[in-house]
Nanobody, 121 residues
Framework: VQLQASGGGLVQAGGSLRLSCAASGFTYAIGWFRQAPGKEREGVSCINSASRSTYYADSVKDRFTISKDNAKNTVYLQMNSLKHEDTAVYYC??????????????????WGQGTQVTVSS
């Protein structure tokens, strides 16, 4: 399954963006990751269609919401109250997901093209 992230852009702090991750086929669990300049890629959020569970990193909890449109094989990440520190390239990947955590970026075999999110302060 190939995944393609889109929807990034430039937004002021406090603003919102919605990212999309379009999958070429069905996958049970998809996660969002991000990588800021000079930092390691980190897990942000994931959703598991089978268990209907989600996970959020503490840094985005209560600000970001992940959802999935099964008919479109597309996962969305609604990002509200954006902060400058949310600035990063965002990627999506198929990873294990449950409420306690998500798969590690280091375990992802193939990455699609990310989408740049820039939050101006």
């Amino acid at each position: 399954v190939q995944l393609q992230a889109s929807g990034g852009g430039l937004v002021q702090a406090g603003g919102s963006l919605r990212l999309s991750c379009a999958a070429s086929g069905f996958t049970y669990a998809i996660g969002w990751f991000r990588q800021a300049p000079g930092k390691e890629r980190e897990g942000v959020s994931c959703i598991n269609s089978a268990s209907r569970s989600t996970y959020y990193a503490d840094s985005v909890k209560d600000r970001f919401t992940i959802s999935k449109d099964n008919a479109k094989n597309t996962v969305y990440l609604q990002m509200n109250s954006l902060k400058h520190e949310d600035t990063a390239v965002y990627y999506c990947a198929a990873v294990p997901c449950d409420p306690s955590g998500m798969g590690l970026a280091s375990r992802v075999n193939s990455w699609g093209q990310g989408t740049q999110v820039t939050v101006s302060s």
